[in-house]
């Protein structure tokens, strides 16, 4: 490039063409809008290469006005987007591209997902939800039960012994209660 190019930084250069930073930038990296040496855009050239761009943008707007007579944007799932605007239709589709892809990655996650859980039970790793209720249930009520008749059982046997004879007693009594625990048959032993 000459040295006498005045040069404008790319934000600078994106708030005259109305663009924000990210869209200059990518313009450069694909050719479209040239860069200085010092990493700025030459104004020149680069209002020149906007100019030619947005000549695009007329042309593209004709042939899609020619193409959009026919659509009707709710088909298409373009509601309030103007099909005479290319601008408004290019967002639109990279919208909806990127709602694809998001769509598409959430459903391959799910899909692995769901094969893992299919393994998981394949292999036995799984046990039917009302099954472990069942069992919970059922070992709760004993449990409770032999809570409940600790009083009854052991009140008569405590009578008149001594501290250490008396937690002794009661130590075995919450021995028992915490083997029915064990009763379930979701425990390994």
Known sequence: MKKNVETISIRGFAGLCGKNHTWVRRRIQDGTLPVADDGKVPIEEGLEAFKKMVGNLAK???EA????????????GLEGVNLKNPVEVSHAFSVARLLEKQVTARVKTAEMELKAIELEAKKGNFIPKEEVLADARRVASLV????????????????????REIEGVLDHAIDEVLQSLNESKFVEQ
């Open 65 to 76: 006005e020619k193409i959009s007579t026919d659509i009707d944007p709710k088909e298409i």
């Open 144 to 163: 409770r039960e032999k809570l409940l008749t600790i009083p009854i059982r052991y009140a008569g046997q405590l009578e008149g012994r001594t501290q």
């Open 60 to 62: 593209t707007a004709k």
